[in-house]
């Protein structure tokens, strides 16, 4: 099984990176699944264009590798800062770029991170609209992480001891739902049609 984290930061460096490492450790340590992180402040993709939709040998060249990875991963955590109670331009950028035959008809677990008591916005933002055309199917269970410089730091003397302890322990919890998600949609996908041309996009 292999799941892909999307770190949504522009930042470098970023505590949504800080996060999403955390994810793909206790994936990979606790879960026992393979991994590929992505973090749009090393890689930032260039704006949507008409062009995407005609075959442009530039995008091609430079999405390939990007979706060859994405359809070979049976799940997602995307991971989002909260910067004006909104999802970073560059994350919903994404959105637009990959499609169905990357993203669909797989699980993913949204994760918000938030330097004070927000995150809930991102949620409902990547709920309502980043998953219509691209068929990506959003667990029940989000990770909302507040106060996040408190949290999730090697340096144990770095963390709120409490919050820290229940931040990692719920994290982990979620993640194996969504690897139980992973496993059940793989089998949806094997056995239904889920795409089809003459209903490439969603309602």
């Known amino acids: ?3 892909s984290i999307i770190s949504g930061s522009h930042r470098k460096p970023s505590q949504s990176e800080k996060v999403a490492r955390h994810v793909e450790k206790t994936l990979q340590q606790e879960h026992g699944v393979e991994t590929w992180l992505y973090t749009l402040a090393e890689n930032p993709l ?11 040998a530039e995008w091609n060249e430079r999405l390939a590798p990007l979706k060859q990875q994405l359809a070979a991963s049976d799940g997602f955590v995307v991971v989002s800062p909260e910067w004006h109670g909104q999802v970073p331009a560059g994350l919903k950028n994404f959105f637009l770029l990959f499609g169905r035959f990357e993203l669909g008809h797989k699980p993913a ?36 992480v507040r106060n996040v410089e408190k949290v999730l730091n090697d340096d144990p003397a770095e963390n709120n001891s409490e919050a820290d302890s229940y931040f990692r322990e719920r994290i982990s919890w979620s ?8 496993g059940a949609l793989k089998s949806v996908r094997e056995s239904v049609q889920v795409h089809h041309d003459k209903f490439g996009n969603g309602m």
Request: glycine residues 6%; hydrophobic residues 40%.
């Open 175 to 182: 993640l194996g739902i969504l690897k139980g998600y992973a």
């Open 1 to 3: 099984m292999n799941i």
């Open 109 to 144: 677990m949204i994760v918000t991170v938030s330097s004070a008591d927000g995150g809930a916005y991102p949620v409902a933002e990547l709920r309502m609209s980043s998953y219509k055309n691209n068929r990506l199917c959003y667990i029940p269970e989000h990770i909302i």
């Open 46 to 56: 260039p704006l949507w264009d008409q062009s995407l939709w005609e075959d442009n």
